[in-house]
């Protein structure tokens, strides 16, 4: 099966981005960090979530030395993370900002690999947690803020094996299709109701902390780099992309 990438050569304009705001989960490291600074180089207000402050920070402080709009910081463990957590986040972001304008579900835990027959249940909960129930929590509250932009976009990162099944790979595939599945059903009731699109993508192997501890034997750099996969983040975040919605996409 063959999936849809963004234009070939696609060259996004610098001001793409410019007046719009952008939460991106998992923004700390990898390829939630290159996307962040990417939208921001691109003019957007970036909304910095993850669970590690100090991360965040640096991607801030990143954002402010190369010029790009001051970004906001949001620490937050979407392991712990409760309903009212995230109600609470939702009226904050509402206070500071008329509307969001995209929404980058990133951030993931890999889990265990192993097979089914020796899986511990604690670590399958860990990962739908993180991997699909914040998603839902941070895609029902985020929603009424994102209705409000002229045209907004929900992307949320899928993987091969949120496609394929394969062996061992357990709860993280699980979790991957069930984000597949998410994608669709919230594309298909915002189709004809509003301007938010909604689409996933696979950013394929890419050279990350996820990536290393995933594949060991791997030579790291024989991957790209999360900043050489951005063509595909920048156009499902701009206007680009309007009118393309409930499609899974790959990065490349
Ligand atoms: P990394 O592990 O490098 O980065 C994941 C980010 O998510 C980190 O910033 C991490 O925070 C954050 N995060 C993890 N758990 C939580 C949590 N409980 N609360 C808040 N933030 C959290 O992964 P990648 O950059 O490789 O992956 C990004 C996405 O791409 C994931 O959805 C992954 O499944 C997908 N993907 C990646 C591929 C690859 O080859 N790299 C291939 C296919 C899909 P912290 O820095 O604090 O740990």
Request: glycine share 0%.
């Given at each position: 099966m063959t999936f849809p990438t963004a234009p070939e050569n696609y060259s996004p304009t610098p001001d793409l981005l410019r007046g719009k705001t952008i939460l991106v989960t998992g923004a700390g490291d990898g390829i939630g960090r290159a996307a962040a600074l990417a939208y921001a180089a691109h003019g957007a207000t970036v909304i910095l979530l993850g669970r590690t402050e100090s991360k965040l920070e640096r991607v801030y402080d990143d954002i402010e030395a190369s010029g790009g709009p001051k970004p906001a910081l949001v620490a937050l463990d979407l392991a712990t993370a409760t309903e009212d957590n995230i109600i609470h986040l939702a009226s904050g972001l509402a206070q500071e900002f008329p509307h969001l304008d995209g929404l980058l579900h990133n951030a993931s835990i890999l889990g265990e690999r192993r097979p089914i027959e020796s899986a511990s249940y604690a670590s399958w909960l860990d990962v739908m947690q993180v991997n699909v129930n914040a998603q839902f929590l941070l895609t029902r509250y985020m929603l009424p803020l994102l209705q409000r932009a002229p045209t907004a976009s929900i992307v949320f990162t899928s993987s091969g094996v949120g496609r394929t099944g394969k062996a061992y790979w357990g709860a993280y595939a699980v979790s991957k299709f069930a984000t597949e599945g998410f994608m669709q059903v919230l594309a298909s009731e915002l189709?004809?109701?509003?301007r938010v699109r909604v689409n996933s993508l696979n950013p394929g192997a890419t050279n990350t902390a996820m990536r290393r501890t995933a594949y060991p034997g791997e030579q790291p750099t024989d991957n790209p780099a999360p900043e050489e996969i951005m063509a595909s983040y920048l156009y499902l975040m701009g206007d680009d992309s309007c009118g393309v919605t409930g499609r899974a996409f790959n990065s490349r």
């Open positions: 189709e004809n109701t509003s």
